[in-house]
Structure formats: structure tokens, C-alpha cells
């Protein structure tokens, strides 16, 4: 079996962010043991996707991505899987 098949373990920790801004709830997101991201769940009353999650910050082969928002947990460790698998 090849290292193309193996999906990498991504392991989400909740964590408290200051944002300055209501949006306070965080998850780090550690790949293989490694912190690749830091996301924020999106809770002011201004947001177009109240819920949705924000790369707040990415780390290694995420830093400088765009600003991303994703519906769920499960669509962002989709994506981090997909991105760094790549």
C-alpha cells in the first residue's frame, strides 16, 4: 500500500480565541501531531454564515491561504485532509 492511500489523522482541540470580537470559540487542528490551523466559529450577529467556521490562522503548508469559511468541522477537516494530502 503507498503513502497516496494513507489519509492524514486530523485531530481538532476546542480552545478559546481571542478575536477581540464575539467570535471566541476556537478548534486547533493538528495534523499528525502538528498545528496546521487554528479555526473560529463565526457567532457575532453581523455574519453572513452565523455557525460557519473561519481559518482564522494557517500554519506550514496552510500559512498565507486565503480567508476560509466552512460550514462544519467535518467540511474543514475535509478540507485540510484533501489540501495537504495533495
Not at 2 to 8: I, L
Not at 22 to 47: E, I, K, N, T, Y
Not at 55 to 72: K, N, Q, Y
Request: no cysteine; net charge negative.
Amino acid at each position: 500500500m503507498g503513502q497516496d492511500n494513507v489519509e492524514p489523522l486530523v485531530v481538532l482541540q476546542s480552545i478559546s480565541v481571542d478575536t477581540r470580537s464575539p467570535d471566541q470559540a476556537g478548534m486547533l487542528v493538528l495534523v499528525s501531531g502538528l498545528l496546521v490551523a487554528v479555526l473560529v466559529r463565526l457567532d457575532a450577529p453581523w455574519h453572513e454564515r452565523p455557525g460557519a467556521w473561519h481559518m482564522e490562522a494557517g500554519l506550514g503548508r496552510l500559512a498565507g491561504m486565503r480567508a476560509l469559511v466552512f460550514d462544519t468541522l467535518e467540511d474543514a477537516t475535509r478540507w485540510v485532509r484533501q489540501y495537504l494530502k495533495g
